[in-house]
């Protein structure tokens, strides 16, 4: 492609890497599970074996039996478990400064050999396409290259890192155990520290299919040979490639800067706040899940209560989800969007931005609050208890149980906890009505009579039955769907919420149903506040359903080893255990895209870090919050009074120059005086533009996608307003088929293309964009973008900064585009002396 650095791989070439790679690693994934099959007939062949056994009589030989049994059993269930998803990494390394080798087959030197890089051949053919361009800022520090980074190498050994080392039958290690000391390359390597490692593959896998491959270039000057052919690379690592073999001394000292910024991150110490800014393009997203990688691998002891990864979108996880692998252990990283903190729910619908701004304020916390007591009170009651007791009908009345309720809410226990108290209460009050106290003055009697009294009273399935009725337990699902009842969600907002924003709220609540469906992402925060209010129900108040058996001997039903290794590995389940809450003992927290966070949202994330040491990812300047004062103060609270650590990754190396011009001019009207990150590539390619009429808007679109889809032969995005989502897509439903084509040699129907590759378009709202990029971009209307709420102008920003290689822009009429199809959000300024001699008609 005309101005990219010489070696880029991009288009056709890329795909056609990318889909050999995968290939390549398909292969050795297969040849992984034929010996794990191997090994498991080993195993269960062994169990057999010793089963046999039980036929000799002797002591020794039932007590050989036994652990042979134990222990092949053990094996054969370790295989078993981690038989899927085997597969997660690869590390392409030098030869190292000796020869010698571990217990596991692979080389132990850490530091290659001095010899191990060879000085490049000159290039007789130097391109000039390497160059900056002169809208490039000038000034920065240069930092210099390392020497031994450039030249040439060969590799000299690979290693795939796994769940559980496996050997083939000649010893020779098919996949390193992530745990021993060979793997620890794949976790502790940096750009500035890469010691062995050339080339660092994260490899996706799903059962026994590898979905794709990703690569990081920790030598991008080094060009290295792997069977005498040159290595190739996935991804980013390719354009870091790129970057670091160009001819011009300005492009190495730019990526050794890269290098630097990232491996401050990456090592900073973790005890305490690491924040990471960075405009877009900076790669700050890869940085802190690398981040959480080395920080386990260095301290696992430390970190083994989980690391938790929060992302704004379902989207934003899945790219989550391919760059960081599971490391060997379930529960070790849970990666979840903001729509899935709690256990059991999936939101991934939006408010519109009214009700989001609602839903998201802090106010919310005080409103739930008096929900959550409220409904209690507003629930219809029965109104008079009556027992008996010293052979008397005993009876208290409404008026007596009112003040019992006062009593009870007089606490600050979360409601459904307040139960016992509530329960004990009621007690006292039918043990005075009955006349209790003047039977016995002994004082010491009295207590014996009035225990003795609860004990029959609280057990009878009369009280029991009243209690349930007068106290139910209520869940934050029910406390959300009453409040759709306006006039009820009125009271309980009375002098927080505007009556205008009561009718919002109310309005969009509706949508919710009892089991769950229709809760959208912002919902969630208000389920999770709500969960610590209500609380879990008593486990006390159930044991007269549990089994009379347990009750009488206290003992719980005999679990195998096995059973109790598989239940240690498997995640908890609402299912299983209604009352359990989400996880909230996390060690380390990595907040993703941490400016969009609202106040609710920052509460729950804060609640599940209460112990953890933090890495907080963001910038203000894609902000799609319209009060960043109200969230900073949430977002403090919850990180409470540790020390912080602020990082600034400076240079974009997503965006050309000439894309980059164009996001610029929309950052100085979203948040004035902000720097933006610094693009170190040129392609000589202009961003187009188009201009379409209202009516022409569906055709508009479909034609500038066609075009790119031809044009760039990887993915392409659409960003439209939210709005506009679900419409775009029908327009284009051909276009987002899941199939791919049928293949046919003759030629297309007039008028109709046929369907693109699967996945290879995507049509996204304006608030789904944030941390994704894409080859090519279509960005539909930047004013209906930017109208959309007081943080629009950010939110276009993100938008116009998601292309790699090429952005479209269509300008409808709202636009006001001018005769070359530029809406007035992006033309650039009229500078002064220009604007002072214009004519003034």
């Not at 929309?666 to 009429?693: H, I, M, N, Q, Y």
């Amino acid at each position: 492609m005309d101005g990219f650095p010489a070696g880029l791989q991009k288009g056709a070439a890329a795909v056609d890497v990318r889909e050999r790679e995968i290939r390549h690693e398909q292969r050795h994934l297969d040849a992984v599970y034929r010996r794990l099959t191997e090994k498991i007939h080993e195993a269960e062949y062994l169990v057999a074996d010793a089963a046999r056994r039980v036929q000799v009589g002797t002591p020794g030989a039932l007590a050989e039996r036994d652990a042979q049994v134990f222990q092949a059993g053990l094996h054969l269930n370790r295989l078993n478990s981690e038989f899927e998803d085997f597969l997660f990494g690869r590390i392409d390394l030098l030869r190292g400064k000796d020869g010698k080798r571990g217990p596991d087959g692979a080389y132990t030197s850490v530091e290659p050999a001095e010899d191990a890089v060879r000085p490049a051949e000159p290039d007789p053919d130097p391109d000039p396409a390497t160059d900056l361009d002169d809208g490039d800022r000038a000034g920065d520090e240069e930092a210099a290259p390392d020497p031994a980074a450039v030249g040439e190498a060969d590799i000299a050994e690979t290693l795939h890192i796994g769940r559980l080392g496996v050997l083939d039958a000649d010893y020779v290690p098919l996949v390193i155990d992530w745990r021993a000391p060979a793997a620890a390359p794949f976790y502790r390597a940096t750009p500035v520290s890469p010691g062995r490692v050339v080339r660092r593959r994260v490899i996706r896998s799903k059962g026994r299919r590898v979905l794709s491959v990703e690569d990081d270039l920790l030598r991008p000057g080094l060009r290295a040979l792997l069977d005498g052919v040159e290595l190739p690379v996935v991804g980013d690592g390719a354009l870091m490639a790129a970057l670091g073999r160009a001819r011009e001394r300005r492009m190495h000292d730019i990526v050794a800067s890269i290098q630097a910024e990232q491996d401050r991150v990456i090592r900073a110490p973790a005890v305490s706040v690491t924040e990471v800014g960075g405009g877009p393009g900076t790669g700050k997203t890869a940085v802190a899940l690398h981040r959480a990688a080395y920080l386990l691998y260095q301290d696992r002891r430390r970190y083994a209560g989980g690391i938790l990864i929060v992302s704004p979108t379902p989207l934003l996880v899945s790219y989550t989800e391919g760059v960081l692998p599971a490391l060997g252990e379930e529960g070790q990283v849970a990666i979840r969007a903001l729509g899935e903190l709690i256990e059991g729910v999936n939101a991934d619908t939006y408010d519109e931005p009214a009700v989001a701004r609602i839903k998201g304020s802090g106010r919310m916390a005080k409103v739930l609050h008096r929900a959550a007591r409220g409904l209690l009170e507003a629930t219809p009651a029965p109104d008079r208890l009556r027992v008996v007791a010293f052979n008397a009908r005993v009876e208290l009345d409404a008026d007596e149980l009112r003040e019992v309720r006062r009593q009870t809410l007089a606490g600050t226990a979360p409601v459904n906890l307040m139960r016992p108290r509530a329960r004990r209460l009621l007690l006292e009050a039918l043990w005075r009505r009955s006349g209790g106290p003047a039977r016995y003055p002994d004082p010491e009697l009295a207590e014996e009579a009035r225990e003795a009294f609860y004990e029959d009273i609280g057990t009878e399935d009369a009280f029991r039955d009243f209690l349930d009725a007068w106290w139910p337990e209520t869940t934050p699902l029910q406390v959300l769907t009453a409040m759709a009842d306006e006039r009820r969600l009125g009271r309980w907002a009375r002098r927080t919420l505007r009556n205008s924003e009561v009718r919002l709220l109310a309005r969009s609540l509706r949508r919710v149903t009892a089991d769950g469906a229709g809760l959208s992402a912002h919902d969630v925060a208000l389920l999770d506040e709500l969960r610590v209010l209500l609380g879990a129900p008593a486990r006390q108040e159930r044991a007269r359903d549990a089994d009379p058996l347990d009750q009488l001997t206290g003992l719980e039903e005999l679990t195998t080893y096995a059973e109790r290794l598989a239940a240690r590995r498997e995640p908890p389940s609402r299912e299983a255990d209604p009352g359990a809450g989400p996880r909230t003992d996390y060690a380390h927290v990595i907040v993703d895209e941490a400016q969009d966070l609202t106040p609710m949202q920052w509460r729950m994330v804060g609640r599940r870090g209460r112990r953890a040491t933090w890495t907080v990812v963001g910038d203000p300047a894609q902000s799609s919050w319209p009060a960043p004062e109200e969230a900073a103060a949430e977002r403090d609270a919850a990180l409470g009074d540790r020390q912080r650590r602020r990082f600034e990754l400076t240079v974009n190396y997503r965006n050309s120059a000439e894309i980059a011009r164009v996001a610029d001019r929309v950052l100085e009207l979203a948040l004035p005086g902000a720097r933006p990150p610094r693009a170190v590539r040129a392609t000589g390619v202009e961003p187009s533009f188009r201009a379409a009429a209202a009516a022409d808007r569906a055709a508009a679109v479909r034609a500038e996608v066609e075009r790119l889809l031809a044009e760039v032969p990887g993915t392409v995005g659409v960003v439209v307003a939210m709005r506009r989502r679900e419409e775009t897509r029908r327009w284009l439903a051909d276009l987002l088929d899941d199939e791919p084509a049928a293949r046919s040699d003759g030629p297309v129907p007039a008028g109709r293309r046929p369907a693109a590759p699967p996945g290879r378009l995507v049509v996204l709202g304006s608030l789904e964009a944030k941390g994704l990029e894409y080859d090519g971009t279509v960005v539909v209307s930047p004013a209906e973008i930017a109208a959309e709420s007081p943080a629009g102008p950010r939110v276009l920003y993100v938008a116009l900064t998601r292309a790699t290689q090429r952005l479209t822009v269509l300008a409808l009429p709202e636009d006001q585009p001018d005769e070359t199809g530029v809406p007035a959000l992006l033309r650039a300024p009229v500078p002064a002396a220009d604007a002072a001699s214009a004519d003034p008609s």
